[in-house]
């Protein structure tokens, strides 16, 4: 009974879906949206969340907050981490980003 039922649904709107050119098309191209919006946010979710950082020894980076936000993003933000890179021992690298 249950089968019946459904092999009568999907004939109809096998059906419908005949008649109807221009609402197939617009049904395909939103399910064909839908699938790869949800792919994309998956995937970038995946890898920036769940995988982590693509650096080799990620779990030794540290972050260092001595500058206000402002001073980043001047010229002379560069100057700020360098002497983090030069007089600390346990540091092999500085970056600013």
Same mark, same amino acid.
């Given at each position: ?16 879906? =005949?008649?109807? %050119?221009? #609402? ?6 939103? @399910?064909a ?14 890898? =920036?969340?769940? %995988?982590? #950082?693509?650096?080799?020894?990620a779990?030794? @980076? ?36």
């Open positions: 009974m249950i089968a019946e039922n459904l092999l009568r649904d999907v004939k109809i709107g096998l059906r419908v879906l =005949v008649k109807e %050119r221009t #609402f197939c098309a617009l049904a395909v191209v939103v @399910l949206l839908g699938t790869s919006g949800v792919t994309t946010m998956f995937s970038v979710v995946n890898g =920036v969340m769940l %995988r982590g #950082f693509a650096f080799p020894n779990s030794r @980076l540290i972050s260092l907050n001595g500058a206000p936000a402002i001073e980043a993003f001047e010229a002379h933000a560069a100057e700020t981490a360098q002497p983090f890179d030069s007089s600390a021992s346990a540091v092999c690298r500085a970056g600013l980003y």
